[in-house]
């Protein structure tokens, strides 16, 4: 079981370390080439307009969107989850996500007077109690499709109720960073969905 981590942008390190912590293989991915040889990927945190561009300059956008069409399981934390988003609200008129969770992201949501904060989400697949979430410049979820399940909302506060975690099938998408805190759960929960779909390729 290999874990890729995008590597054109972001935070990749700590969702590297994050991932060898739960006794999984990481890799970096920068080119298709090495795209073909992981079976998950994560999207890291970082600025989604670069790693948007980057992403087309270094031919990764039509390989990574095979591979989430064909079933690869892929986690994106905040940069990463808009990404993941099918439609975009605030983004750059050029920028364009890998798409394949049906749901509307808006980035930056959360506005100036909070554009960093740790506020409180619980996460209805993982137990253990609620995260303390760290948000820095991150998007919400609008809206979700009808096969998108939500996951979790924040807390407390003046964003009380916005969903801030989803998944659809075998794609996972948190607008905060787990990989920042220590908290190794989300990064469990993920090496388990993609230990999950080995197997049923393999079967
Ligand atoms: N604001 C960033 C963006 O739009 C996301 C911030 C993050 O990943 N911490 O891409």
Redesign the pocket.
Known sequence: MIIGVLALQ??TREHLHAVAACDAIGRPVRRPEELDSVDALII????????SKLAVEFGMMEPVRKRIAGGMPVYG????M?MLASSLLD?RPDQVPFGGIDMTVR??AFGRQVDSFEGSVDISDIEGGPFSAV?????WVESVGDDVRVLGRVKDGPAAGRIVAVRQQHLLATAF?PELTGDLRVHRYFVEMAREAGQTTEG
């Open positions: 972001g935070d890291p945190g970082g600025e989604s307009t670069t790693m934390s905040c940069a990463g808009i983004a980035r930056n948000f820095i410049r991150a998007p960073h």
